[in-house]
């Protein structure tokens, strides 16, 4: 029987889009509900991204003010990764 590797919580935060796609290997997830299962701080986070994008899926793009639209749209074009 193979032992369930220890995640960190920044490997969980890494790991979030894959496991919300579904895109995660069995050994992985394991790995990744083994974590949530003792961590408070991961599961919350984890309960807010689902809830971000399920609320997020909720807005029409026609529903926001330009000028918010345009600041939305300029923040993810000048994000720059570390």
Not at 35 to 63: F, M, N, S, V, W
Request: glycine share 4%; net charge negative; hydrophobic share 45%.
């Amino acid at each position: 029987m193979n032992a369930i590797r220890d995640l960190s919580c920044q490997e969980i935060v890494e790991l979030v889009t894959e496991f919300l796609e579904g895109a995660m290997d069995s050994p992985l997830r394991a790995a990744f509900d083994a974590h949530l299962a003792k961590c408070d701080g991961c599961t919350e986070y984890l309960d807010q991204i689902q809830a971000t994008i399920r609320i997020a899926g909720t807005i029409e793009p026609e529903a926001l003010l330009p000028q918010f639209r345009a600041g939305l749209l300029a923040a993810f074009r000048d994000f720059e990764r570390p």
